[in-house]
């Protein structure tokens, strides 16, 4: 196992992080035995980052146990999250930090985060409900030891949220195919060059990098010299930037811990081959075909006066093109809700002048109104969050 340095702490972390998110299952329930093993086999073979979160069904209680009985909790670091849109006063937080140290039977967390931050807004909210006492507290009490938070949102709320706390670190959604999504590369090295450290979730893009591959991809990781997975190399493209410290992955499948396990072993930073690189390049292609939007998230346009937020509105609506399912839409209608959606635009063109790529925003917003704004989408999302977050 390789191990990469948080720089704020001195933390040695596993380059692979296990994401407790998804333990194997018997029937309806997490399968314990299983999920036992899995966890053991993982710490014996190095792993120390173990993610799980408040809202993971049985995900706390059960790493809790496991790390426990077996007297594992010493030898590795627990990160979990607060969820961000439950929490409205300073008593909740309270109540359901201890709730977290009971079910994870520890007296603190290594790595504790705000769940799914999408806007500045959901931190400056926070902020407003007293977070920055209770962090401050629970860091002079020693239960917290470092604080970090999860991203979902665009770069431009990547940047503020980043330049507004002393975080110890951080987790975005990166891979080979998100390089310009979310906080992508560029909020991946602003976040570094501030020694923040960062974790990578979904390398595998919620294992559509592997199920959904295009045919055409496929052939290309097939035919190349170097056989690999297509799930190794999407790992090894995102352990190559030496600016990702952790690399998450929802393992619940022995092969795949095996395989994950193997390929953290020699993952050096800066290891690939220009060839290697170029044959990924040509990967990526196979999905970018499907875009619709040639969108880079930069977030010059922003803000928008009527508040839409672009750079969301495209890369939602370039997402349901390259892998379709409800995923994309759900996650639009999460992040705009009703304030931020393509059809508040107003058509006033003040973002078409900033916009380096000379995008026509006001047809193209158009474009994604005509296929994501819909009244069933939106029930579907409240729906949805009514369940993560009751
Ligand atoms: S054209 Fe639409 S999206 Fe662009 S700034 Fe005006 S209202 Fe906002
Ligand atoms: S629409 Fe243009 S300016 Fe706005 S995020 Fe996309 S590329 Fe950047």
Known sequence: MMYREIEKNGDKLSILGYGCMRYPRKNVSIDYERTEKQII??????VNYFDTAYLYPGSEKTLGKILKSNGYREKVKIAT?????VVKTRQKMDEIFEKQLERLKTDYIDYYMIHNIIKFE???NLKKFGILDFIEDEKKNGRIINFGFSFHGNLH???????????EFCMIQYNYVDENYQAGTEGLEYAASKNIGV????PLRGGMLVDKLPKNAQKIIDDFKIKRSAGEWAFRWVWDNPAVKVVLSGMNDEKHIEENIKAASDAL???????EKEMLEKVKE?????????CTNCAYCMPCPKGVDIPTCFSSYNDKSMFGGFKPQIMYVNATEDKSAAYKCTQCGICEKK????IAIIEELKNVSKSMDKWYYRLLGKIVKLILYR
């Open 269 to 275: 930073p800066n290891s690939l081959s220009l060839e």
């Open 157 to 167: 709320e990547f940047k503020k949220t980043i330049d507004d706390y002393d975080w």
């Open 355 to 358: 916009c380096p790529q000379e």
């Open 286 to 294: 196979e999905f970018k075909n499907k875009i619709k939007v040639e």
């Open 122 to 124: 959901d931190w400056e």
């Open 41 to 46: 086999t993982a710490i014996e073979n190095g």
């Open 81 to 85: 999250k607060m969820p961000a849109q």
């Open 199 to 202: 974790i990578a979730m979904e």
